[in-house]
Protein backbone atom coordinates (compact mmCIF):
# COMPACT_ATOMS: atom_id res chain seq x y z
CA UNK A 1 0.00 0.00 0.00
CA UNK A 2 1.66 3.80 -1.12
CA UNK A 3 1.50 6.37 1.60
CA UNK A 4 0.40 9.63 0.18
CA UNK A 5 1.31 13.06 1.39
CA UNK A 6 -0.24 16.67 -0.60
CA UNK A 7 1.72 19.37 -0.40
CA UNK A 8 1.21 23.18 -2.18
CA UNK A 9 -2.29 24.32 -0.93
CA UNK A 10 -2.62 27.60 0.08
CA UNK A 11 -4.63 31.20 -0.03
CA UNK A 12 -5.03 32.50 -3.72
CA UNK A 13 -7.30 34.74 -5.50
CA UNK A 14 -9.74 34.38 -7.72
CA UNK A 15 -7.85 33.82 -11.37
CA UNK A 16 -4.94 33.50 -9.22
CA UNK A 17 -2.85 29.78 -10.24
CA UNK A 18 -1.61 26.90 -7.90
CA UNK A 19 0.12 23.60 -8.11
CA UNK A 20 -0.36 21.10 -5.59
CA UNK A 21 1.93 17.89 -4.97
CA UNK A 22 1.67 14.18 -4.17
CA UNK A 23 4.35 12.33 -3.02
CA UNK A 24 3.78 8.31 -3.03
CA UNK A 25 5.86 6.34 -1.15
CA UNK A 26 5.81 2.26 -0.01
CA UNK A 27 4.66 0.03 -2.56
CA UNK A 28 3.43 1.53 -5.50
CA UNK A 29 2.56 -0.60 -8.64
CA UNK A 30 3.44 0.61 -12.47
CA UNK A 31 -0.19 -0.14 -13.07
CA UNK A 32 -1.94 2.19 -10.29
CA UNK A 33 -4.07 4.93 -11.63
CA UNK A 34 -3.29 8.38 -9.45
CA UNK A 35 -5.84 10.78 -9.01
CA UNK A 36 -7.09 14.16 -7.58
CA UNK A 37 -10.50 14.44 -5.23
CA UNK A 38 -11.54 17.47 -3.61
CA UNK A 39 -14.19 18.20 -1.29
CA UNK A 40 -15.59 21.71 -0.30
CA UNK A 41 -17.87 22.34 2.74
CA UNK A 42 -20.93 21.29 2.61
CA UNK A 43 -20.42 18.62 -1.02
CA UNK A 44 -19.30 15.80 -0.91
CA UNK A 45 -16.11 14.37 -2.16
CA UNK A 46 -15.73 14.67 -5.64
CA UNK A 47 -13.27 13.44 -8.53
CA UNK A 48 -11.08 16.20 -10.40
CA UNK A 49 -8.78 14.27 -12.38
CA UNK A 50 -6.84 10.61 -12.62
CA UNK A 51 -3.38 9.80 -14.53
CA UNK A 52 -1.64 6.14 -14.49
CA UNK A 53 2.05 5.94 -13.42
CA UNK A 54 3.00 3.86 -16.58
CA UNK A 55 1.55 5.36 -19.77
CA UNK A 56 0.42 9.73 -20.42
CA UNK A 57 -2.85 9.81 -20.48
CA UNK A 58 -4.90 11.60 -18.13
CA UNK A 59 -9.10 12.10 -17.17
CA UNK A 60 -10.22 15.02 -15.84
CA UNK A 61 -14.04 15.89 -14.43
CA UNK A 62 -15.81 18.16 -16.12
CA UNK A 63 -15.06 21.30 -13.78
CA UNK A 64 -11.60 20.54 -14.01
CA UNK A 65 -11.27 20.51 -17.94
CA UNK A 66 -9.26 23.92 -19.68
CA UNK A 67 -8.32 25.23 -16.36
CA UNK A 68 -6.89 22.14 -14.63
CA UNK A 69 -3.55 19.52 -15.07
CA UNK A 70 -2.64 16.66 -13.65
CA UNK A 71 0.36 15.46 -14.54
CA UNK A 72 3.65 12.87 -12.65
CA UNK A 73 7.32 12.63 -12.38
CA UNK A 74 7.92 8.54 -12.04
CA UNK A 75 11.55 9.37 -10.79
CA UNK A 76 10.33 11.48 -8.00
CA UNK A 77 7.25 9.17 -7.69
CA UNK A 78 4.92 12.40 -7.29
CA UNK A 79 1.99 13.43 -9.16
CA UNK A 80 0.63 17.16 -9.93
CA UNK A 81 -1.93 19.34 -10.32
CA UNK A 82 -1.31 22.64 -11.77
CA UNK A 83 -4.40 24.75 -11.12
CA UNK A 84 -4.85 27.97 -13.76
CA UNK A 85 -8.01 30.39 -13.31
CA UNK A 86 -9.05 29.35 -10.42
CA UNK A 87 -12.28 30.16 -8.92
CA UNK A 88 -13.98 30.46 -5.51
CA UNK A 89 -15.92 27.38 -5.97
CA UNK A 90 -12.94 25.75 -5.88
CA UNK A 91 -12.17 25.91 -2.84
CA UNK A 92 -11.75 22.68 -1.30
CA UNK A 93 -9.82 20.22 0.57
CA UNK A 94 -8.07 18.62 -2.15
CA UNK A 95 -6.84 14.63 -1.86
CA UNK A 96 -4.73 12.51 -3.79
CA UNK A 97 -6.21 8.88 -4.02
CA UNK A 98 -4.53 5.97 -5.73
CA UNK A 99 -6.42 3.10 -6.87
CA UNK A 100 -4.58 -1.04 -7.03
CA UNK A 101 -5.06 -2.74 -10.30
CA UNK A 102 -7.23 -5.00 -7.97
CA UNK A 103 -9.82 -2.45 -7.28
CA UNK A 104 -12.65 -0.56 -9.16
CA UNK A 105 -12.27 2.55 -7.22
CA UNK A 106 -9.32 4.56 -5.18
CA UNK A 107 -8.84 3.38 -1.81
CA UNK A 108 -5.96 4.49 -0.74
CA UNK A 109 -6.13 8.45 0.58
CA UNK A 110 -3.84 11.19 1.58
CA UNK A 111 -4.66 13.53 4.72
CA UNK A 112 -5.60 16.59 1.94
CA UNK A 113 -4.23 20.05 1.26
CA UNK A 114 -6.37 22.89 1.64
CA UNK A 115 -7.11 25.17 -0.97
CA UNK A 116 -8.95 28.47 -0.58
CA UNK A 117 -9.72 31.12 -3.26
CA UNK A 118 -10.73 34.49 -2.71
CA UNK A 119 -13.07 36.43 -4.76
Known amino acids: QAQLVESGGGLVQAGGSLRLSCAAS????????MGWFRQAPGKEREFVAAIRWSVENAYYADSAKGRFTISRDNAKNTVYLQMNSLKAEDTAVYYC????????????WGQGTQVTVSS
Open 97 to 108: AAQSPSSSSFDN
Open 26 to 33: GRTFSSYR
